[in-house]
C-alpha cells in the first residue's frame, strides 16, 4: 500500500520560495497521478497542481506561472516549487495519488492516497 509524506512547509515572507516535497513509500510511484491540494483556515480543500505519470501538469489559475510541480520516480517523490508566495496561499498542503493506467491524465478527484500535509504560513 502506498504511502505519502510531504515535507518542506513552513514560515516564509510574502514574496519568498518554498519547495515541498511528497515522498512514496510501500510502492512505486510510476504509476501513479500526483496531485497537490490545500486547505486554507476556514475553506474547502482545492486542488493546486497534478502531474501525470508521463509528466504532464496542471496548475490552478491562481498559482499558474509561481508555482512548478515535478516528480523523480526513481526518488518516489514529487516536488512543489513554490515562487513569488503570497498571504493567500496559506494553507496545509497535502499531497494525494491515484494510480491509473493513462499516462496523459491527470486527476483531483477520486484519489486513493493521501499523505498528512506540511504547513505553509506567508506572512510579514
Known amino acids: 500500500q502506498l504511502q505519502l509524506v510531504e515535507s518542506g512547509g513552513g514560515l516564509v515572507q510574502p514574496g519568498g520560495s518554498l519547495r515541498l516535497s511528497c515522498v512514496g513509500s510501500?510502492?512505486?510511484?510510476?504509476?501513479?497521478?500526483i496531485a497537490w491540494f490545500r486547505q486554507a483556515p476556514g475553506r474547502e480543500r482545492e486542488g493546486v497542481s497534478c502531474?501525470?505519470?508521463?509528466?504532464?501538469?496542471d496548475y490552478e489559475e491562481s498559482v499558474k506561472g509561481r508555482f512548478t510541480i515535478s516528480r523523480d520516480n526513481a526518488k518516489k517523490t514529487v516536488y512543489l516549487q513554490m515562487n513569488s508566495l503570497k498571504p493567500e496561499d496559506t494553507a496545509v498542503y497535502y499531497c494525494?495519488?491515484?494510480?491509473?493506467?493513462?499516462?496523459?491524465?491527470?486527476?483531483?478527484?477520486?484519489?486513493?492516497?493521501w499523505g498528512k500535509g506540511t504547513l505553509i504560513t506567508v506572512s510579514s
Open positions: 494525494a495519488a491515484r494510480q491509473t493506467v493513462w499516462p496523459g491524465v491527470c486527476y483531483y478527484t477520486g484519489m486513493e492516497y
Open positions: 510501500g510502492a512505486s510511484l510510476a504509476n501513479y497521478a
Open positions: 502531474i501525470t505519470t508521463s509528466h504532464g501538469v
